[in-house]
């Protein structure tokens, strides 16, 4: 089992950029892919972002391609979610989660650890 815990959301003018991190606790961190998502209120929780186990693989939601980069950093039990070019739409509550598996998938029910969520508020 891995704990995680996402800091760096904020509030941020449209065209600005944020820098998401997610703190992983627990054994094997590096075993798991990752992967962020987010989700507005009234709305499922969508894929966003994810990273294979080793670092080597990513892939991103049509929506963000471009604008955000994944990345992940296992001798620090970190992920990290850059984020420019922001626009209001992509104001959500952002959710770093482990996979159970080393290679990602975009269903959320293929994840079985989640953190708390971050808000990121995108102003217009």
């Known amino acids: 089992q891995v704990q995680l815990v996402e800091s760096g959301g904020g509030l941020v003018q449209a065209g600005g950029s944020l820098r998401l991190s997610c703190a992983a606790s627990?054994?094997?961190?590096?075993?798991?892919?990752m992967a962020w998502f987010r989700q507005t209120p009234g709305t499922e929780r969508e894929f966003v972002a994810a990273?294979?186990?080793?670092?080597?693989?990513?892939d991103y939601a049509d929506s963000v391609k471009g604008r955000f980069t994944i990345s992940r950093d296992n001798a620090k039990n970190t992920v990290t979610l850059e984020m420019n070019t922001l626009k209001p739409e992509d104001a959500a509550v952002y959710y770093c989660a482990a996979h159970v598996t080393a290679h990602y998938t975009k269903r959320v029910h293929d994840y079985y650890s989640w953190g708390q969520g971050t808000q990121v508020t995108v102003s217009s």
């Open positions: 627990g054994r094997s961190f590096s075993s798991f892919a």
């Open positions: 990273i294979k186990w080793n670092g080597r693989e990513t």
